[in-house]
């Protein structure tokens, strides 16, 4: 191994600045060159490549989204594409690739790797958190944070004009943004794609804590469990209640990555790097229990992450 090459694809998430320092840093320590790949997969193909050094990831750590940027290629998913790109790795001479991203890119990673016999190793870099095998993905705590200052800004203001939130944020397939910060948040109930729920229950609830005097309320709805705005439609007719709706868009993905983050990306970035060099392949970084381990990409992709039904349960009991 004397070459490798790092790349970010699919939604970006903040702390893939820190993972792609901590790749060339940590490559370049053991003696390893190293290449950046623009825009994903799609660079790949298209040769944008551009050599990395000491001073090319200087003063990113602190930074959101991505230097290397990224995207979706579609022709990477075609056997043609995915020929084009092991050219590219084979013609500069990239021993390795390192792929941060999230299942999608994964699986684009292990097909690859199958039909070309190129070395690569994912780190989870997805604010959703819905990779199996790890605890935590780079870029959820960030997004859960801020998530979580957006609901204590709206909350003075329901509080101030006694209104009702519909707060909608991200997680077309999976609720764990919703669930982490509607409990951090103190969320009146929290709607998760997969828990089945019932609007009339959630104005149930919000009758009840109207009844004892409560002044406002916030319903946070992960983007996959439906519209926030048919929500709050349902709810202000079933109530009556002054009702708001805000979706929170791509302001999650944004922002400076936490401390959390910037470790995280760190270690799994470093890790990524030792497990090239050690000869293995299709290798995912993850972190279980606070250490860092590797797993086979396919034994992740095999599995579905679930909600964890203790966290979920004690929203449920604390928001009575």
């Known amino acids: 191994m004397k070459r490798i090459g790092v790349l970010t694809s699919g939604g970006d998430a903040p702390g893939m600045n820190s993972a792609v320092r901590a790749v060339v840093r940590t490559a370049i320590f053991h003696g390893l060159e190293v290449v950046g790949v623009e825009r994903g997969f ?38 043609e594409g995915r020929t084009e790109a092991a050219e590219t790795m084979k013609s500069l001479g990239i021993d390795g690739l390192v792929v941060i991203g999230g299942d999608g890119s994964f699986t684009g990673a292990t097909i690859f790797s199958g039909e070309h016999g190129c070395k690569v190793v ?9 990779i199996p095998c790890t605890d935590y993905t780079i870029g959820f705590d960030t997004c859960v944070n801020t998530v979580v200052d957006a609901i204590n800004k709206i909350r003075d203001t329901a509080t101030s004009h006694e209104r009702t939130f519909i707060v909608e944020c991200m997680g077309r397939h999976a609720g764990y943004i919703a669930l982490q910060a509607g409990l951090a948040g103190g969320a009146e109930s929290i709607l ?22 409560k002044l406002h309320s916030i319903i946070l709805v992960a983007e996959g469990a439906g519209s926030a705005m048919d929500v709050g439609k349902y709810i202000k007719g079933k109530t009556g209640f ?4 805000t ?13 959390f983050d910037r470790v995280l990306a760190s270690r799994m970035g470093a890790k990524a790097v030792e497990v090239l060099m050690a000869g293995e392949n299709n290798k995912m970084i993850g972190i279980v229990a606070g250490e860092i381990k590797t797993f086979d990409i396919g034994e992740a992709l095999s599995q579905k ?9 004690l929203a449920n009991i604390l928001a009575i």
């Open 242 to 245: 002054d009702t708001r709706v």
């Open 122 to 130: 994912g780190i989870p870099g997805t604010i959703d958190n819905d």
């Open 42 to 79: 799609s660079g790949l193909i298209k040769r944008e490549i551009k050599e990395m050094s000491l001073s090319t990831v200087g003063d990113i750590v602190q930074r959101g989204g991505t230097i290397l940027r990224t995207a979706r290629s579609e022709k990477f998913r075609t056997p």
């Open 192 to 213: 998760l794609p997969e828990i089945p729920f019932s609007l009339e229950q959630v104005c149930e609830k919000l009758l009840r804590g109207h009844e004892r005097g």
């Open 247 to 259: 979706i929170l868009g791509h302001i999650q993905r944004g922002g400076s990555p936490t401390a």
């Open 305 to 313: 992450k679930t909600i964890d039904m203790e966290v979920y349960n």
